[in-house]
């Protein structure tokens, strides 16, 4: 097996995901087959019940796995599906050893983090079967809990079958005078080595590109030829890092060192999916009315969103990020359409709301998702079917009127995590509707994640009062999607549909918005 494994030094946030992704994505239009694993230091199962200013946004997968936002990455720069299996916690190894304990799995044993924990990790990564197994490490390499981690991928590098190849991401600052500083770097590379673990490759994360003299510092003090020396500038947009990194031949120096043999190249290739997000022609702005816009990564997977549909129109999206909490009418009427994202707990929901309301009386191009798609619903409940105290009984649980409410099997949990309705789920879309006019077909399967839903005793009332439910989940008669029919575009749905969005396959709900706007502007026939 080929395994590549990037770590971080300095400090975290600088961008190890994106960079993980670049290179799973540069190896794919190589033709390799490439499988990305995230590992997480922290004790938490997953990333579940985390607030999204503690750690950004909880990104979904098929199978209902909570991960984190970096498989978010990977699944859009590979436009591939991925499994709950792809993220390791340390949470969730201790919980699989412990139980394993428990059962008498190890019954005389002593049980130790060697070579129990550290099995445990080889044992997950090596279920994974593919050309190339990208393995990405959280946070950086002086973590405590990181150390584990670094001690099992160590053990792997030294088994004979095995093909290992360490890169290293380490930040270069630039200093008042303009001088990129190494020393950082060199002390992460320091801290790398005292763990047993030479790194082959360093790619220097900073303002600029580096400079050679700070190519010929790290390469001299850190053990690596110059040419294995990369930089990763701060880029107009994350989707240029794949070319940036084949322009420093990248990929050359990663099949050179893992000995891959030449394969037939992927057919799409990644700069020209990227060509049409930066050549635009268009430009328009979305307002985004949430409760975490000051952390733009609680909503990222929206905001990539976004990206896709505005490269299929040429089109530049400008992302107003509005609280709910400070809205005014005089604000909205500055965006050209209004998004309500997802989000849990009462605050904002009045500001929500109102913004809901101003798009559906003003004929403003609206997209609801999750609990926008629950307030969409309130609102009309409230102004047009003159339920006056409509809610969730989410924020008001002795509400009269409960036209949103607890999903039956979610009654009694006492438990916060992986216990939402969660993952790809039906959809049974009906005909001569918005919705089927944008996915072209009757059945689809979309990502969900919350434990709300309408209360079917308000459904016909809705239906009655003009509001269309054009998505059904048919099985559980769950509404998945609504819209309403002459307005220029007012559509909300249940599930999050921009976490299968990829620059090959933008999301249908988001590529109906930005054309929807467009065309309200003149811009689009």
Known sequence: MKYIVVTGGVLSGLGKGVTTASIGRILKDRGYDVIPIKIDGYVNVDPGTMNPYEHGEVYVLDDGSECDLDLGHYERFLNTNLTGESNITTGSIYKTVIEKERRGDYLGKTVQVIPHITDEIKNRIKKFKADIVLIEVGGTVGDIENQVFIEALRQMSREPSNGFLFVHLAYVPTIITGEQKTKPTQHSVKELLSMGIQPHIIIGRSEQRLTEDSKRKIALFCGVGGEDVLSDPTLSDTYLVPMELVRQNLDGIITRKLG????AVYTSKWEHLVEKIINYKHEITIGIVGKYTGLEDAYLSIKESFKHAGS???????????????????????????????????????GKIEAIRFARENDMPFLGLCFGFQLAVIEYARNVCKLKDANTTEVDEKTNHPVIDFLPEQRGIDKKGGTMRLGSQPCRIKPNTLAYSLYKSTEISERHRHRWEVNPQYIALLEDNGLVFSGVHQEK????ILEIPGHSYFIASQFHPEFKSRLEKPAPLFVGFVNAILKKKGKRL
């Open 477 to 480: 008669n769950l509404m998945e």
């Open 260 to 263: 891959l043999k030449p394969t």
């Open 312 to 350: 299929v129109f040429s089109c530049k999206i400008n992302l107003k990020w509005m609280e709910s909490d400070e809205l005014s009418e005089k604000d909205l009427s500055t965006v050209d359409g209004i998004l309500v994202p997802g989000g849990f707990g009462s605050r904002g929901t009045s």
